[in-house]
């Protein structure tokens, strides 16, 4: 399997994981989700938990998560399955 390959795969994988956690919960925080899938990242103490912040507005875009009301710092998602 190529790079590129696998790394879609491992995005696809998060994707999943991060939707399986929020369908089993009324609303999560970046922070929460981060947390929950072991994710955690920062860059020299700043801009903490990118990775699943910006999974999250992959899935905000292609209409599978919504993004609810809060502060920038406790910004909610709230999962969805689509029905077909």
């Known amino acids: 399997m190529l790079p590129y390959e696998k790394a879609q795969t491992g995005l696809k994988l998060i994707e999943e994981a991060i939707l399986e956690i929020l369908a089993q919960s009324e609303e999560m925080t970046n922070s929460e989700v981060t947390r929950l899938l ?47």
């Open 38 to 84: 072991g994710l955690e990242s920062d860059q020299d103490g700043k801009q903490k938990d990118y990775l699943a912040y910006s999974v999250l507005g992959r899935l905000v875009k292609a209409k599978l998560v919504t993004k609810v009301k809060g502060t920038a710092e406790n910004r909610r998602y709230v999962g969805y399955i689509r029905s077909n």
